[in-house]
């Protein structure tokens, strides 16, 4: 394997870890939703500009629809949330594979390979199976919400593979101003604990932040089927974290449609390796 094929794969292991802790964060704040969404993003882009140090945000059209595209993930997501089950939102969003197959054949020119589409299959099977004691009916809207999250996360590959020579770390610091500036007339609701602040402070920093700074470093290494596919470990993990602050274990369902998750990426990535 590449060299710098192999430490983008650490990159997007290490980004799935600290977005995994997002679900578990976010219920701990107690505020309003689309706040929770503006101030974490506001927090994200500040971690972002000290990385960035000077940051040349040229206007492009392919990074500005990139940026609006990462701003509407992470506004339909948080929306989803609200609308419909935690459950429902995570699995439709993770739709994204297939999303990224299609665009991938129309905007990127690249062929639909066999072995992607049976991954595809094998982790759309295995996340119902995870998911499948949770899942209800939900509501249409927030459905159909949670469907746009994952066409939005498809997007954001697609343009980040885009981007010729500029940083992709401008343009998810560019989609957080703007989830951030979206997000503003929410902040006047309610004023949140100092706990919630602390938590609000990890969820920036370190699931958005960081993580999207190892996403963006990745990413030009990397095919966008594995862009999309590796990052699926993030649900996987919300379990474990958990399992180990509540003790709640997840059931028999749950192990097997991990397995199956985790069984097809590495073969996956094994075979292509060969």
Same mark, same amino acid.
């Given at each position: 394997m590449e060299k710098h094929q192999k430490k983008a794969i650490l990159y997007l292991i290490t980004a799935s870890i600290l977005w995994s802790i997002g679900g578990l964060f976010i219920k701990l704040v107690n505020w309003n939703p689309m706040a929770i969404a503006g101030a974490r993003s506001g927090i994200a882009a500040i971690v972002m500009l000290l990385y960035l140090k000077k940051p040349v945000i040229r206007l492009g059209k392919i990074k500005? !629809?990139?940026?609006?595209?990462?701003?509407?993930?992470l506004?339909?997501?948080?929306?989803?949330?609200?609308?419909?089950?935690?459950?429902?939102?995570? /699995?439709?969003?993770?739709?994204?594979?297939?999303?990224?197959?299609?665009?991938?054949?129309?905007?990127?020119?690249?062929?639909?390979?066999?072995?992607? /589409?049976?991954?595809?299959?094998?982790?759309? !099977?295995?996340m119902i199976l995870f998911f499948i004691g949770d899942l209800r009916g939900g509501t249409f809207i927030g459905n159909f919400i949670a469907i746009l999250s994952g066409i939005s996360m498809a997007g954001m590959v697609i343009f980040l593979k885009l981007l010729d020579d500029d940083s992709p770390v401008e343009m998810t610091f560019l989609g957080n101003?703007?989830?951030?500036?979206?997000?503003?007339?929410?902040?006047?609701?309610?004023?949140?604990? !100092?706990?919630?602040? /602390?938590? /609000? !402070?990890?969820?920036?920093i370190f699931q958005l932040g960081i993580s999207y700074i190892f996403y963006n470093l990745?990413?030009?290494?990397?095919?966008?089927?594995?862009?999309?596919?590796?990052?699926?470990?993030?649900?996987?993990?919300?379990?474990?974290?958990?399992?180990?602050?509540?003790?709640?274990?997840?059931?028999?369902?749950?192990?097997?449609?991990?397995?199956?998750?985790?069984?097809?990426?590495?073969?996956?990535?094994?075979?292509?390796?060969k």
């Open positions: 500005l !629809l990139g940026a609006c595209t990462y701003a509407s993930l506004i339909f997501f948080v929306t989803a949330n609200k609308l419909t089950t935690s459950a429902n939102a995570i /699995l439709l969003q993770f739709t994204a594979p297939i999303w990224v197959v299609l665009f991938s054949k129309f905007f990127l020119n690249e062929k639909i390979k066999k072995h992607d /589409l049976s991954t595809i299959v094998l982790v759309m !099977l295995g101003i703007i989830t951030f500036i979206i997000a503003i007339p929410f902040f006047f609701h309610s004023v949140p604990n !100092l706990n919630s602040i /602390l938590y /609000l !402070l990890i969820l920036g990745a990413i030009k290494h990397v095919s966008p089927i594995e862009a999309i596919l590796i990052p699926v470990l993030e649900p996987l993990l919300n379990p474990i974290w958990v399992f180990l602050f509540t003790g709640e274990s997840p059931g028999t369902y749950a192990f097997i449609g991990g397995a199956i998750v985790l069984i097809a990426i590495s073969t996956r990535e094994l075979c292509i390796k």
